[in-house]
């Protein structure tokens, strides 16, 4: 941490699956905050907790140059999720974040969510294995209708339901910008695909829509595929 304070040249950065604690994030974040050319890191599979978070997420509100963050799988839960909320609405440059395997629930999700209706930098958003319920779709639902930049959305193995699966394809009827979501393994029925099958006949910026190890069924299956042909 204290070589990146003075780093000129270093561009990425993996120290993912090192056993680092909240202490160790604390030192990275205060190197991250004057470093000056970092742009990729990935600290996944650590055990940062909600107080590395916070520290790190403290580095990203004046930090100017990180484009992809992964901090996936370090036992993050709501409270942490919070604050990284907070880096995301001022921060304009992250384009890349990788939050899966933690334990936003619904309202981790709903603060990020409301992140996404301010921010203008971030492209991809993973989140999936979070422990998200409808409740937090309906709140990602609100943000995807009037964020003009987020082009991937995975949200997969989650319990979303068809009633947050409709949330999230409502959104995209008007959405513009999103081009891959991933809905995997999300307890959706037919009834979910249905309303799938409708982003696909209305959204034609839509390019990829990953659906399986779901519940859709045969009368599912028709219904995308009718969306599909026309």
Excluded: F, P
Excluded at 65 to 74: A, C, E, M, V, Y
Excluded at 92 to 97: H, N, P
Aim: hydrophobic share 35%.
């Amino acid at each position: 941490s204290r070589s990146l304070k003075t780093n000129k040249l270093l561009k990425k950065l993996n120290i993912s699956r090192n056993d680092i604690t909240s202490e160790g994030a604390c030192k990275l974040a205060e190197a991250i905050q004057s470093n000056a050319t970092l742009q990729k890191l990935d600290i996944s599979y650590n055990r940062l907790s909600d107080d590395g978070t916070t520290a790190i997420s403290r580095s990203l509100k004046t930090n100017k140059l990180l484009k992809k963050l992964n901090i996936s799988r370090n036992d993050i839960t709501s409270e942490g999720a919070c604050k990284l909320a907070e880096a995301i609405q001022s921060n304009a440059t992250l384009q890349k974040l990788d939050i899966s395997y933690n334990r936003l629930s619904d309202d981790g999700t709903t603060a990020i969510s409301r992140s996404l209706k301010t921010n203008k930098s971030l492209k991809e958003l993973n989140i999936s294995h979070n422990y998200i319920t409808s409740e937090g779709a309906h709140k990602l639902a609100e943000a995807i209708q009037s964020n003009v930049t987020l082009q991937k959305l995975d949200i997969s193995h989650n319990t979303l339901s068809d009633d947050g699966t409709t949330a999230i394809s409502r959104s995209l009827k008007t959405n513009k910008s999103l081009k891959e979501l991933n809905i995997s393994s999300n307890c959706i029925t037919a009834k979910g695909a249905s309303e799938i099958a409708k982003v696909i006949q209305i959204n034609a910026g839509m390019q990829n829509i990953n659906i399986s190890k779901n519940y859709i069924s045969v009368e599912g299956l028709l219904c995308i595929m009718g969306a599909v042909k026309n």
